[in-house]
């Protein structure tokens, strides 16, 4: 009886929801861009009457953007006035996804982070605004870009034939990851005159390390090869000497796609990290430790090699050429390693969405960025704060002093989103002119002389369709977790590498070859286009 | 003062009488529909408004055409969960947490409030009362950074320790069968004080007259305990348990996934975890959705038995 | 209390002393992580995360509570935190007592339908897509109501402090009270809030902290940062964005070195922010703990 009433009631409470809602359950109507904002297609300011837009970014808690003297610069030079909804960078995405799937989405990404996915399902739905169009009537600094690069081109073009974001473009980028550092100090006291070029002096580098002391305080506390779950660079740097091109898809130089964890040299990537762990040569908190935690082992001087973007962050002291830079060895299988070199870009960071009331002004607004003065501006904010002109023709510049005594990078973070986020516009040699410090110089010698003769971008970035994209999507949630599961026990030596042939079977069943086929496919294509 | 308690209870099966009989006791106590008028409406606005979007469980959500728009795929998501070659294992250890948490977690806070109230308020109460209770705040990121720091091998002060007595440091951060361990420990490190205040406020309502008499009568401490104050808070004990059941599949991601890798990934991947990083590939609401649906299921399966269960052994139910 | 005023026997005695072995066991175990964060908060970085400080601050540095006191952001946000707090709590307060006391009362009719309709909330819920239409509808976004609304009550507490009225009020006093011709809304507000001190503390409590400690609704729905509360601005000073191959191609020079900045930022901040950020919900319990205390409040009505 009591159950019938409830029942009953329970329907009640729903059917009046249900009607509740149909009221408000509407679609946004998405603003026809048919917009009546007076553009001026040459010159600034951009609009002469006043515009307001909204934008959404990536906050890493600095400033807020309204009071950054980049976005008012911007405004008095274009007219056009931002209003911020700006989420912390840490939850970016859970923010932005939630606004665009809700319909109550900003006039403009700054900062999207959009993925190659994100652009494929917003593009289509029409959430996104196709750019080309835009590009090849309002914006000429980006137009010329292109046009200069075509693959940049094909790289932001996706298979619908539009170009849904716009990329940080950096064609002078060599690392795809921050390389590995040796202890400069524990070289010279082991008698290194040159970094180890093989694998096998590798492995007898990192064994001295262990056993002889090169640290010198009579303990045996010495980390020959530290990591964070791999992650870092080491697994990216190491799989490089055996012949994978990249920790995930890459091609080869015969246009083949592989995936780096079924690919043929894998085993021999494992075999090697497995006689490192077993001798103790690769730190056994490898998997466990913190960022933290191996950054403190570096500065306390018992880390032998260890992966950051630059060696003084882990080693601590200043930025200088004491620790030289990891040159990837050669090993026997392949006689020389694939080096994975930087795209030069980084997609989706910036797109403009339906309900933007002027997406031609925001074209010409964005274009700025990817002008020398633009970038100029974005990267150091704007002229005569941080830094002057020496000389604004070949756009040498020189620094100035930080207000109050401030750090000059913390400053920097005051003036411009710039800093800790990718951020759409160009860095070229005109913009650092002036700005390159010996530091700077040493690290291009080091590139010049370890990374670059072999370096290759490992993989286009292409697009999948949606249906693909759902495929892989689902494939990887399992087969991730598998391979790095999977790697983990064969390094540590908790799986046998007799098994290794059962692995392979098994991630084949979970999809790693039908991952790779779909990418193959993708890959072809643009390599036709 | 529990004789109330318990007179209180059987009206639950006194036979409704006839239909003039209920509206005058509606009548009668109509300032209590006022009573809960908020929540009715809250829960109606703010529960109900947003529920159709349950839906997309079945669905494959696509933002620009809306919840209601966006085709059906039935139980294609759930099908793609099921499948997962990890399935099974995600189940087993988000139940095992989920009741070795309970095993462990849920008696302590019961003993430290019933401890807490036999002794005098004064400065040492408030002491350990104020101290046990100060772990609850402390941020998961800065709790996991803790545990990992206390626990390394190398440096750690719990292998300091383990070592100082002459055993071999243990790998307690990668040997998957410690996983379980240090993941419960640490939350009732951190929870169990704040557990107590719930069954101090239970205690809170009891009657000094009961004591008093016990005592008249020559009760020890214990036996009052026994006697007085537990069946005291035996109600709030048998509710929460109730409540507990319904969330035994809601295993949170945000500390296991601080304190995951791969190494004990076989005994700390839970479906919140699994969820959380298909997420990351791309927005899959639909599929969380379906796979909270799941949860929801399971969870208020267990409830409802838990619940029929505590109805007919006890005076005390949801319902 | 008469209770304690009466004389202990042997075996009181006895009990009373492993009761305080073991109340000062588990102070213990417990004070020693936290004076490891105190201690941590004035110490070298490096010297916390190598291991090498354990108990007392080593390399001492009030650098990061400096950082603290100097940030703005960190004090608005408390301010926001304060705002929020204080008023949520009052609307979850005004409606769980009432509904839970509505809810314990065996003669109200329809307590089951209501139980029943609550109930089903805590499984089956529209997600985040519906919830943040719903907000965009009511015009709540970006507003500090948006943040207290969608959670005025929590059925979980509701149930709880439903327990505490049928097992705590006695129920004479109701038929008493009616007998005497007292509406339903006299007896609540006269007899029986005034005999709930413990569990108002109690619902005050967990309400408040789970606003205090609460970031996410103010994610999704505050857009101004001038309205963020401390846990959000925390959140973006603390926390870090792994850097994975996932990220990589993104990195250059500059976020490099600005990431690098902030992992050290925060982890000199680490600490002392949590001491900061806590102290105030800390330090109120004692002076909730005397609502703890047994028979206190049937005590004084009858007495």
């Given at each position: 009886m009591m159950k019938g009433k409830k029942l009953v009631a329970l329907l009640l409470s729903l059917t009046l929801c249900a009607s509740l809602l149909a009221a408000c359950g509407?679609?946004?109507?998405?603003?026809?861009?048919?917009?009546e904002v007076v553009v001026?297609?040459?010159?600034?300011?951009?609009?002469s009457e006043p515009l307001t837009m909204t934008v959404m970014g990536p906050d890493?808690?600095?400033?807020?953007w309204d009071t950054m003297p980049f976005f008012k610069t911007m405004e008095e030079k274009t007219g056009i006035k931002l209003e911020f909804r700006n989420a912390p960078n840490d939850s970016f995405e859970t923010k932005r996804n939630l606004v665009l799937a809700s319909g109550d989405y900003p006039d403009i990404f700054f900062?999207?982070?959009?993925k190659s996915a994100d652009e494929v399902n917003y593009g289509g739905q029409g959430v996104l605004l196709p750019l080309e169009e835009l590009i090849e009537q309002y914006a000429p600094n980006i137009k010329k870009i292109l046009d200069e690069n075509p693959d940049i081109r094909k790289s932001i073009t996706t298979p619908d034939g539009h170009i849904y974001t716009l990329p940080k473009i950096d064609?002078?980028?060599?690392?795809?990851m921050g390389p590995l550092w040796y202890n400069g100090e524990f070289l010279q006291k082991l008698g290194y005159?040159?970094?180890?070029?093989?694998v096998d002096e590798l492995y007898t580098y990192l064994k001295r390390v262990k056993t002889e002391?090169?640290?010198?305080?009579?303990?045996?506390?010495?980390?020959p090869l530290t990591s964070?779950?791999?992650?870092?660079g080491v697994r990216m740097w190491l799989m490089s000497s055996f012949?994978?091109?990249?920790?995930d898809i890459y091609s080869d130089a015969n246009d083949k796609v592989h995936y780096a964890f079924t690919a043929d040299g894998y085993k021999d990537y494992l075999t090697f990290m497995n006689k490192l762990w077993n001798e103790d040569?690769?730190?056994?908190e490898t998997f466990s430790q913190t960022d933290e935690q191996k950054k403190a082992k570096g500065k306390n001087n018992q880390v032998g090699l260890i992966p950051d973007y630059y060696a003084y962050f882990s080693?601590?002291?200043?930025?200088?050429?004491?620790h030289p830079m990891y040159q990837p060895v050669a090993s026997?299988?392949?006689?020389t390693p694939v080096i994975p070199k930087h795209p030069g870009l980084a997609k989706g960071a910036f797109a403009i969405s339906s309900?933007?009331?002027?997406p031609e002004a925001t074209i010409r607004w964005i274009d700025y960025l990817y002008s020398t003065e633009g970038a100029e501006l974005l990267a150091?904010?704007?002229?005569?704060?941080?830094w002057d002109y020496v000389n604004k023709d070949t756009h040498e510049k020189k620094w100035n002093e930080a207000p109050n005594g401030e750090d000059r990078e913390e400053y920097r973070g005051k003036l411009t989103p710039d800093y800790g986020i990718v951020v759409p516009g160009i860095v070229n040699e005109e913009v650092n002119n002036g700005f390159t410090s010996d530091f700077d110089k040493w690290i291009t010698q080091q590139n010049e002389e370890k990374?670059?003769?072999?370096?290759?971008?490992?993989?286009?970035?292409v697009y999948l369709s949606e249906s693909d994209q759902q495929r892989v999507s689902a494939i990887r949630s399992d087969l991730n977790t598998f391979v790095e599961q999977m790697e983990a026990k064969f390094i540590t030596g908790?799986?046998?590498?007799?098994n290794y042939d059962k692995y392979l079977e098994t991630a084949n069943k979970m999809g790693a070859d039908e991952m790779v086929k779909i990418y193959q496919a993708a890959y072809d294509q643009w390599k036709q286009n | 003062m529990q004789q109330n308690g318990v007179t209180a209870m059987p009206v639950q099966g006194v036979p409704l009488k006839k239909k003039n009989t209920l509206w005058k006791r509606i009548a009668q106590n109509w300032e209590l529909y006022l009573l809960i008028a908020p929540a009715f409406f809250y829960f109606l606005i703010f529960h109900y408004g947003p529920?159709?979007?349950?839906?997309i469980a079945f669905k494959n959500f696509i933002p620009a055409k809306g919840i209601w728009g966006s085709p059906w795929v039935g139980f294609d998501h759930f099908t793609r969960f099921f499948d997962s070659y990890y399935f099974w294992d995600l189940l087993w250890n988000t139940l095992s947490i989920s009741l070795y948490e309970l095993a462990v977690g849920f008696p302590l806070p019961i003993i430290l409030a019933l401890a807490f109230n036999?002794?005098?308020?004064g400065f040492f109460k408030k002491s350990v009362q104020t101290v046990t209770y100060?772990?609850?705040?402390?941020?998961m990121v800065v709790m996991a950074g803790i545990i990992i720091t206390f626990l390394s091998?190398?440096?750690?002060i719990i292998n300091h320790m383990i070592q100082w007595f002459g055993f071999e440091p243990i790998n307690f951060l990668t040997e998957p069968k410690w996983f379980k361990t240090m993941y419960v420990l640490s939350g009732v490190w951190q929870g169990t004080g704040w557990g107590t205040i719930i069954y101090l406020a239970a205690l809170s309502g009891v009657d000094p007259q009961l004591h008093e008499a016990a005592i008249v009568d020559g009760a020890s401490r214990w036996q009052r305990i026994l006697n007085i104050n537990i069946p005291a808070i035996l109600p709030t004990i048998t509710i929460l348990m109730i409540l507990n059941m319904g969330g035994?599949?809601?295993?949170?991601?945000e500390k296991i996934l601080l304190l995951q890798n791969s190494l004990n990934m076989s005994s700390s991947d839970v479906i919140s975890t699994f969820v959380y990083r298909s997420g990351l590939?791309?927005?899959q609401y639909s599929f969380s959705t379906a796979v909270g649906l799941f949860n929801s299921v399971i969870n208020a399966a267990l409830l409802i038995i838990v619940n029929q269960i505590a109805r007919k052994t006890s005076e005390n139910s949801l319902w | 209390m008469s209770v304690a005023a009466v004389k202990e026997t042997k075996t009181d005695k006895i009990f009373l002393t492993c009761n305080y072995i073991y109340l000062t066991i588990a102070l213990l175990l417990v004070l020693y992580p936290l004076l490891y964060i105190v201690s941590a908060s004035i110490s070298d970085p490096k010297l916390v995360a190598s291991g090498e400080m354990w108990l007392f601050p080593k390399g001492i540095t009030f650098e990061g509570y400096k950082m603290v006191f100097q940030n703005d952001k960190i004090w608005m946000g408390y301010g926001n935190t304060i705002l929020y707090t204080v008023i949520g709590t009052c609307v979850n307060l005004i409606v769980t007592i009432p509904a839970a006391y509505a809810l314990s009362r065996?003669?109200?009719?329809g307590r089951n339908f209501f139980m029943g309709m609550f109930m089903v909330t805590m499984f089956i819920g529209g997600g985040l897509v519906p919830g943040y239409l719903l907000i965009k509808n009511l015009g709540?976004?970006?507003?500090?109501w948006a943040l207290i609304l969608p959670g005025a009550a929590s059925i979980w507490n509701i149930i709880v402090s439903r327990t505490f009225f049928a097992s705590t009020i006695p129920r004479e006093l109701q038929e008493a009270a009616q007998i005497d011709g007292c509406t339903n809304m006299r007896l609540f507000i006269k007899i029986v809030l005034p005999l709930s001190a413990p569990i108002i503390a109690v619902m005050a409590l967990f309400y408040g902290v789970g606003h205090w400690n609460s970031y996410f609704s103010a994610l999704i729905y505050?857009?101004?940062?001038?309205?963020?509360p401390l846990q959000m601005i925390l959140r973006q000073i603390l926390v870090l964005n792994e850097i994975s191959a996932d990220t990589a191609g993104a990195i250059n020079a500059s976020v490099a070195e600005a990431m690098n900045n902030k992992a050290e930022v925060a982890a000199l901040l680490k600490y002392g922010v949590i001491i900061v950020s806590t102290l105030p919900v800390i330090a109120i319990y004692p002076f909730l703990?005397?609502?703890?205390?047994?028979g206190v409040m049937i005590g004084s009505v009858k007495g």
């Open positions: 509407g679609k946004s109507s998405s603003g026809s861009s048919a917009s001026n297609k040459e010159g600034y300011p951009v609009v890493i808690g600095i400033t807020k900062g999207g982070q959009f064609l002078n980028a060599v690392w795809y005159d040159k970094v180890p070029q093989t002391d090169p640290n010198g305080n009579g303990q045996a506390d010495e980390i964070t779950k791999l992650k870092d012949g994978l091109g990249l920790e040569l690769l730190d056994h080693y601590g002291g200043e930025p200088s050429d004491k026997s299988i392949d006689g309900s933007n009331p002027s150091k904010g704007p002229e005569g704060t941080l990374i670059l003769p072999n370096a290759k971008v490992p993989f286009p970035s908790q799986e046998p590498l007799s | 529920m159709y979007g349950i839906q036999e002794i005098r308020t100060a772990p609850h705040f402390i941020s091998p190398s440096t750690g035994i599949l809601g295993v949170g991601y590939v791309d927005a | 065996k003669d109200f009719v709540l976004v970006n507003s500090m505050l857009n101004d940062e001038s309205k963020f703990q005397r609502y703890f205390v047994q």
